[in-house]
């Protein structure tokens, strides 16, 4: 069965400074794996999805992230944070044909 | 676009009361999905329907039941709340195959007393 782990479950980092949010997952095929992020009293929205086209994959807000097979990893960055992007962010595989897993979630606190 | 809508908001229930909560999308998609989410937990699956007239446990399906109404619709329901069921839940709904990314409501915020 798949899972996922996220590393830190607060992050704060100051305006202007690179954000990086990690995860790991566990897959016993190749999967599919996603970033959601969450605003305050809203649903989950879609950042990002690797599918296997490239490793690294661009998604909305200036957010990426790379898929590391040999670290089973699929960390989320962005070069300089905002303070628009203080939000809760979720990682997420799917491998074979079962739904969806999310991990716990990491809120990012952005410093002014 | 109207996308994925939860009705309601807001809920405060008693113990042993039920309740219905509603998802409807207007996505033409055909798999919907039934979370709730508590601090630290993240997003737990608690029902599924890959399909019209489909519908399969998630992680934590005990004290709901769910009927997909059509393929808009997909309701869940308390028989009988418990304390433990207060949460936020959580609709969601995407094309076909659970490698789809899934489109969310803005929640229900629930309160069992």
């Known amino acids: 069965a798949q899972s996922v782990t996220q590393l830190g479950s607060h992050v704060s980092v100051s305006e202007g400074a690179l954000v990086l949010l990690r995860c790991n997952y566990s897959?016993?095929?190749?999967?599919?794996l996603f970033w959601y992020v969450q605003y305050p009293n809203q649903g989950l929205q879609l950042l990002l999805k690797y599918t296997s086209a490239a490793t690294l994959v661009k998604g909305i807000n200036g957010f990426e992230a790379e898929f590391k097979k040999s670290e089973t990893s699929f960390h989320l960055t962005k070069p300089s944070a905002h303070m628009s992007d203080a939000a809760e962010y979720f990682c997420a595989v799917i491998s074979g044909n079962t739904p969806l897993v999310f991990g716990k979630g990491t809120r990012l606190s952005v410093i002014a | 676009n109207a996308g994925v809508t939860q009705t309601p908001k807001f809920q405060v229930l008693k113990t042993g009361q039920s309740m219905t909560l509603q998802c409807a999308q207007d996505m033409n998609h055909n798999s919907m999905y039934w979370y709730r989410q508590d601090p630290g937990m993240g997003l737990r699956l608690i029902y599924y329907s890959a399909s019209e007239g489909t519908t399969d446990k998630g992680e934590v399906p005990n004290g709901y039941n769910v009927s997909r109404l059509n393929k808009r619709e997909f309701s869940l329901r308390l028989e009988s709340a418990a304390p433990s069921q207060t949460s936020v839940y959580f609709c969601a709904s995407s094309a076909s195959g659970h490698n789809q990314p899934q489109h969310f409501g803005d929640g229900t915020r629930l309160s069992i007393l």
């Open positions: 897959s016993s095929v190749p999967p599919y």
